[in-house]
């Protein structure tokens, strides 16, 4: 017999205040969603008073002294006691995100939520332009508004600088000098791998890659019925849509990720599909239990960046993934694509100057690139006017290139524009992370490449849902990687990963 | 030399409170279009959920004891001495709209807003099943949440019924009563007119109305030009999406249309199309000074259906439209469409049993039977299991057609669905005003048919722009009819306008 302890209704309250703020916050991504995708231009003025409105109205729920109070109540010794793991880790992350919220003005909140919507849009036709010095009062704008935002920040989390304060809304409890050290150690490893492709003297052929873009759709829908990502049956809980920078944005039952379709280029759209999906299933298949607790989400953004990375790249890109798909596309296109000759294009390793089409050696230099810009940006070393010139110059030193407008140089991220400072060094963490958790998949599936050359990942699927999607926001990354693989965060399989496939493919 | 009075701060401060409402209304509107047009099926109870806060925030935010307070403040006989009559319209306004939410509970508000979103939902599902049995619980409980709410409704508007009560959210101040005068007369008309069409001898021949997707969504871009809804500059307020059931929703710099392309007919988009945009250019193109103020809305459900149903009929299927736009078509599709044969195909009288596909002359006999059966739902006469007998009844009688099925039935509109109930007879009133203000810009204009036939109607844009949108909600429906026309509502101008036309094509 089992005896189920209630919970205090303090706990309950707090969970019901949650809820509609985890709500109000998926409003707040479909209307982001609806201006990136579907919005007409000219509505631009519109959506950023109504986004402005819509943080201020969420700011003040979350802020509501009757959460103070039920806090206060709940964790009380008798009450608290009561509680299971989970309601305490609920529990510690409404209070963590409580204090640090009360402390930020309204006025704040709204200010940015403003700006960001018209950031954006001068972003996008400054980028279109080259125009940097068009985009520039609005990212001194962000850069300020950002810096206000941490300095409050910095005292409540009790961080040792600014830059700290923001990159733990990304990867909680990380700091810069632990990103400055892991980082330090990937960039020595990977400029190793890539001095030894270039000096391989393999050189890559140009392949057939143009497709139209209802082919290219047909393939969209291909991977999608791959990974599991559901976009068109009755209880379809995603769609694809089409934006120039894509992304994922949703909740539970309802996550949307959009691509960029280029008729010359089909991969462009295949992996970035591949890798959004990567997103939007984790965020599908959280334990639907957790819906609308705290726990209830994704554990943090690099995590969030291994799942898309693991699928776009060590799934996306091996050869047992085209064992299975290179039928499909050869299918609904008429490019009769050579098996060995694709395998070794799309793994080509080549520094090039937009992060998003970097190869997966390559990568974590842009990723390098721009955490010594935002760090150097918090701590007062760098303005909004150094940033095209150290740019190139971080780019000539890093990658050898010649960067020759800002389009393809420092503006060409929205993650500025959008005022996520501190996002970036996700992307290589989650490559990182990604490492670890491929090792300690392939101890427990040896074989999972041979089900992947068959196409069923269902095994492996429920394997991942177990470890990752299920443990969701109930550690921080870190302590979820020692559960996962009971080891701290480590470089060596990341690179371990590289150099056995890269040295099979270019022969070191 | 002009002295300006200054506002009161009370009224200030009322109409920042007001600007919130609206944009939180705008954000609620944005959502449900996603919700019909965007949505994966999955997020259905998601978006419920989302819905029913969103209006339970809009709801306590529009009784909010301070806008109590602010009312009661800027109606001191001093202060509103103080206000022009704009001003005092917004403050009435905000007065009467505060006076009803006041009395309403915030649960009935999220209840209606949770069930709307599955009963719709329910309702799209029976509809393609043909199986009234599945919607009707989902109706009963609209039609009971609506009892509740007209119930709180009539004490406050101090309404003669509870019907009334709904009618004035949608027509302020008319009354069932008036309605019922004004269908009788119409009715009457309609009849006559029928038969002699009927008795007329002269058959109207099918014509080729077949053309692919593609061309005729260049059509609807062609429409849109004429119409003057921008759907592809870089200022576009716009756009058009597809939809079961067409419908038009936004605000000011974001109006949104949706309709339905048939492959095998393309004159059902055309006139969807014109009808919706009919709607869309009047939000569109409320004087911007109104922006975010009470006044600067549309006047009435009625008056917007008079702009809607203007465009798609009075201009979309006169001989002069054609004379334009004829060529447009020829010229995307092969029908090579014959003038004469076309515009008696358009014009063709002849009863039929789907209300959005109705002609002219027939269309109002729907609305009659439709609000015949929503006075009766509430004056307790009818329940929802009543509906269909009595439906198919009143079909055979007013329009001598067997109804088959329901889908084809009581379920071919939304409308009961959403909740909606007291909005239909606004269509048939949309027709009258039209025929009013039709009369009132023959006068000003009495060539305006041969600017027609050049596809420029930029002069009557402007008469239509200062008289009905720029006049936006300052005026009761009635009142705005007495002050464009000189004379109180009355049928007879559309049908002599119905009479003229169709004796004409029909020789009598």
Redesign the interface.
């Known amino acids: 017999m089992i005896v189920m302890k209630s919970l205090p209704l303090s706990y309950k309250k707090l969970l019901e205040k949650n809820k509609?703020l985890t709500?109000?916050g998926?409003?707040q991504g479909?209307?982001s969603w609806?201006m990136e995708t579907?919005?007409?231009?000219?509505?631009v003025?519109?959506?950023s008073?109504?986004m402005a409105?819509?943080s201020s109205?969420f700011h003040k729920s979350a802020t509501s002294p009757e959460i103070g109070s039920l806090l206060a109540e709940v964790m009380k010794k008798g009450n608290f006691d009561m509680l299971g793991q989970i309601e305490k880790r609920n529990v510690e992350l409404i209070k963590k995100s409580y204090d640090e919220r009360t402390k930020i003005p309204t006025e704040l909140v709204e200010k940015i939520a403003k700006q960001r919507a018209v950031s954006v849009n001068v972003w996008k036709k400054a980028k279109k332009k080259q125009d940097y010095s068009m985009f520039r009062p609005e990212l001194e704008k962000n850069i300020d508004l950002s810096k206000k935002l941490a300095e409050i920040l910095m005292k409540v989390k009790d961080a040792k600088s600014l830059y700290d304060a923001l990159l733990d809304d990304y990867e909680p409890k990380i700091t810069t000098d632990a990103i400055a050290k892991i980082f330090s150690k990937l960039q020595n490893e990977l400029r190793v791998i890539i001095s030894k492709c270039e000096n391989s003297g393999i050189q890559v052929e140009e392949i057939k890659k143009s497709a139209s873009i209802d082919a290219q759709k047909k393939i969209a829908g291909m991977l999608a019925e791959f990974a599991g990502y559901?976009?068109t049956?009755?209880?379809?809980?995603?769609?694809i849509d089409e934006t120039e920078h894509p992304f994922t944005q949703g909740?539970?039952?309802?996550v949307?990720i959009t691509t960029h379709y280029y008729e010359n280029n089909i991969f462009s759209s295949i992996f970035s599909t591949l890798h959004e999906m990567g997103h939007a299933i984790y965020e599908q298949n959280i334990d639907q239990k957790l819906k609308y607790q705290p726990v209830g989400s994704a554990c943090s953004y690099g995590i969030h960046e291994s799942q898309s990375r693991f699928l776009e790249n060590m799934v996306g890109r091996s050869k047992e993934f085209w064992t299975f798909f290179l039928p499909n596309i050869n299918s609904v296109t008429c490019l009769d694509l050579d098996m060995e000759k694709l395998l070794l294009y799309v793994n080509r390793v080549r520094p090039s100057k937009i992060r998003i089409e970097a190869d997966e050696v390559t990568y974590g230099l842009h990723i390098i690139t721009r955490f010594e810009i935002e760090r150097d940006m918090f701590s007062g070393k760098l303005d909004a006017c150094d940033l095209p010139n150290v740019w190139n110059s971080k780019y000539k030193e890093y990658l050898g290139l010649e960067i020759k407008n800002d389009s393809e140089g420092v503006m060409q991220d929205m993650h500025w524009a959008s005022n996520l400072f501190g996002y970036f060094p996700s992307y290589a963490l989650g490559n990182i992370y990604g490492g670890q958790m491929l090792g300690a998949m392939n101890k427990k599936f040896p074989n999972w490449k041979e089900d992947l050359s068959k196409g069923d990942l269902t095994k492996e699927r429920i394997w991942i849902k177990k470890n990752i999607y299920d443990n969701c926001k109930i550690y921080d990354p870190a302590d979820l990687i020692k559960k996962i693989t009971g080891k701290p965060v480590s470089v060596e399989p990341f690179v371990n990963y590289l150099k056995k496939k890269f040295g099979a493919i270019y022969g070191f």
Chains 1, 2 share one sequence.
Do not use: C
């Open positions: 509609k709500l109000l998926s409003v479909t209307m609806d579907m919005m007409p231009p000219r509505a003025g519109l959506r008073e109504q409105l819509l109205i559901d976009i049956s009755d209880n379809a809980g995603g769609r909740y539970f039952d309802d949307r």
